[in-house]
């Protein structure tokens, strides 16, 4: 699961990669096929996200008759929560289990969420820390989710710039 999580949306640390000619030959059909469904699937993530953002729009424009104003509310809402949860908050918990700075945090969770991926932060690696078992799936998820959270961003962006 953390493998996919770091080869499908490439992201390429450099701390896992294939040792043995079958492996890499596998990484490479597997990227094949691997790489569009994980756009496939950072995609469809991305429009339930906008997709309940939506709907709580919807629903409080119903209640209150505040078409502009509660859509906005809304959007600025979720985007507060994505900061929250993808670049504010995370950096927290890699302070605690990686010893990391704030800042440290912070720079890895953009680097990974925008698919950078240098490889000069990877979580889990510091043979003096004991990490517990939930860890590295917790990250996968965030990353996962994350991911699709800051496409929907960059659409935005994108969408007003044009």
């Not at 509660?70 to 890699?94: E, H, R």
């Not at 003096?128 to 860890?135: A, C, L, Q, V």
Request: hydrophobic share 50%.
């Amino acid at each position: 699961f953390r493998f996919n999580t770091s080869f499908l949306p490439c992201l390429g640390y450099g701390n896992l990669s294939p040792s043995t000619v079958a492996g890499r030959i596998f990484c490479v059909l597997f990227a094949l096929f691997g790489i569009p469904l994980n756009l496939v699937l950072l995609n469809e993530i991305g429009q339930l996200m906008l997709l309940g953002v939506q709907h709580c729009a919807h629903r409080l424009e119903e209640v209150f008759h505040w078409q502009k104003k509660v859509s906005l509310l809304i959007k600025t809402c979720a985007l507060v929560t994505g900061l929250l949860l993808f670049l504010l908050l995370p950096p927290l918990l890699f302070s605690d289990k990686e010893g990391w700075s704030y800042e440290e945090g912070f720079y890895y969770s953009f680097i990974t969420l925008s698919t950078i991926g240098f490889g000069d932060y990877v979580i889990g690696m510091n043979p003096d820390r004991t990490y517990p078992g939930w860890y590295k799936n917790v990250i996968s998820l965030w990353i996962l989710f994350g991911m699709a959270w800051l496409a929907l961003v960059i659409k935005f962006c994108i969408n007003f710039l044009e």
